[in-house]
């Protein structure tokens, strides 16, 4: 068996807080000390200077606190679409708004959604990058 | 307590579009019309702050000196996103304080004519594997999947927070605050643009990023500014002349952001504009109520909303009803951007926070012209470099 074909059919997430296992779900770093929570590869906590983290689950539904409709863009990224910011149960995550018309009309401060997958494609060995943004809830 | 500190001479070139310019022609132009201005020589000054944030940081300070006079003294070549310039004059009024030095020079200058979107304006090339890499582990760029990088979005995001966090805010709201702006600029000879703008053209205009559209944005654009400060003492040595025209800097300031819950997912940028307005009025030993106008760093519609808050114009969480009370308009209690601002008077980032000082020490000289406002005593100056950095500067009109 080549390292190709073992690849064929996998899925990767797009960034590594993004645990596809069992139900999709973000996770992020939080500080051991303060409960700073973080989503990047950490050095130490930038509220309290301690070093040691663990992982949390971030929960998976949410209000969004801002958000903006895209319509231009680098070369190679579809617009519009909507970014945003979601508070998840005191969590705040940045991402996209999906499934849901790109306009203010439907697009609502407050609104209720939850966290889905998106996939990016497959590359050259098979693997299946998948994203995540979130979706209205109601 | 440190030794007060004066602008003696202070300049900025037309903002616009300079196609035969390079950034060293236009600071060149910003030094010799500020030493002019000042009454001085490159040979009095003691130390040189410099910014150009889009090319030359490296050796800028020095490119500037072989065009100007090479006196052999400390320069100081920095970068602070769009605070850049604030933090240049910063630099040189924090060496005068120090006592390090009589006079103190800051130039920052910047070709940015039609550079497009600053942040987010490329996507990085990917390869045709998956594979992890960054801060994030990501396996693809995440500017259009994760949110968005562009400027004008983040910021615009920033406004739309305000209006989820108070109420009030909408598309017209922050279309009005842009089409104040414009209004103002028609009669700032130097802004890049002077057009008045109706508020059916602003919202009908391209959609970059909503709520703002192109006219909501900060215009892209060359330009220049520089600053001569003095302290006290060298001050009373010059002549009546220039003891007149100099302006009092009663506060110079910069913060950057302190931890914040969500700061590192989309960028605070009220904290530090707080914290730096606080310090402020503490250190000129005045209040939000005393001031006659201010420059604030509306890189786009949405980002002026919050500052009004952020600087204590009004109370926290009033910036809907304070803007809608018709305060900052040029007739105003509290005149914001009188001179177009950035969405007008354009952003060559790295001039910006010294261009914005030379707004307000202008009208306190009583040498704004058209847009003079009328007996303005005290000013305030205010800019944002994302990632972040704040500079607040307070200027007094006053006796030595």
């Known amino acids: 068996m080549t390292s190709e074909q073992s690849l064929a059919g996998r899925r990767i997430p797009l960034v590594d807080y993004l645990v596809l296992e069992g139900e999709p779900h973000l996770v992020a770093h939080e500080c051991v000390t303060c409960a700073a929570r973080y989503f990047d590869r950490r050095n130490a906590c930038a509220s309290c200077e301690q070093a040691e983290f663990r992982v949390v689950d971030v929960p998976t539904e949410g209000e969004l606190r801002a958000f903006t409709i895209v319509s231009f863009a680098a070369p190679g990224v579809p617009v519009p679409f909507v970014a945003g910011v979601v508070d998840c149960g005191g969590t705040t995550v940045r991402g996209n708004v999906v499934n849901v018309p790109p306009d203010p009309e439907h697009v609502r401060l407050g609104m209720k959604l939850r966290l889905t997958t998106t996939s990016l494609g497959t590359d050259a060995a098979g693997v299946e990058a998948i994203g995540y943004g979130f979706e209205p809830a109601a | ?400």
């Open chain 2, 1 to 400: 307590m440190a030794e007060n500190v004066w602008i003696l001479g202070i300049h900025m070139t037309k903002f616009g579009k300079h196609p035969t310019l390079d950034p060293v022609d236009l600071g060149v132009e910003a030094i010799r019309g500020a030493l002019a201005d000042a009454g001085l020589r490159m040979r009095d000054v003691g130390v040189l702050a410099a910014g150009n944030l889009m090319g030359r940081g490296g050796s800028f300070g020095q490119q500037l000196q072989k065009q100007t006079g090479q006196t052999g003294i400390p320069v100081f070549n920095v970068a602070n996103a769009c605070a850049t310039g604030a933090t240049a004059l910063r630099v040189a009024v924090m060496a005068i304080r120090a006592g390090e030095t009589e006079v103190g020079l800051a130039v920052g200058a910047e070709k940015l004519s039609g550079a497009g979107l600053l942040a987010g304006g490329a996507r990085e090339a990917e390869g045709d594997t998956w594979a992890p890499k960054g801060r994030f582990g990501a396996v693809a760029a995440l500017d259009g999947r994760v949110g968005t990088e562009t400027m004008p979005g983040v910021f615009a995001q920033i406004g739309m927070e305000y209006g989820h966090r108070y109420g009030g805010t909408s598309f017209e709201l922050f279309a009005r605050i842009s089409e104040k702006n414009h209004a103002h600029s028609t009669l700032n000879p130097l802004a890049a643009y002077q057009k008045r703008f109706t508020l059916g053209q602003i919202m009908n205009d391209v959609m970059i990023a909503y709520p703002n559209t192109r006219p909501m944005c900060s215009a892209n654009c060359d330009g220049a500014a520089a600053a001569v400060v003095v302290s006290e003492a060298k001050l009373r040595t010059l002549s009546l002349e220039q003891q007149r025209r100099a302006v009092k800097v009663s506060a110079s300031v910069l913060t950057s952001d302190p931890w914040q819950e969500a700061c590192q997912v989309l960028p605070d940028v009220n904290t530090l504009t707080r914290v730096a307005a606080e310090q402020a009025y503490e250190q000129a030993g005045i209040g939000p109520e005393d001031l006659d106008l201010v420059e604030l760093h509306d890189c786009f519609a949405t980002a002026e909303l919050v500052h009004y808050d952020n600087l204590k114009l009004c109370p926290q969480g009033g910036a809907v009803d304070f803007f809608n009370s018709g305060a900052t308009w040029r007739d105003g209690t509290t005149p914001v951007n009188v001179s177009g601002g950035l969405e007008s008077k354009g952003h060559p980032i790295a001039a910006t926070g010294i261009a914005n000082v030379w707004e307000v020490a202008t009208h306190l000289r009583g040498e704004a012209g058209d847009r003079q406002i009328a007996g303005a005593r005290v000013g305030l100056a205010h800019v944002i470099g994302l990632g972040s950095a704040c500079g607040v500067h307070i200027l007094e009109k006053a006796a030595v």
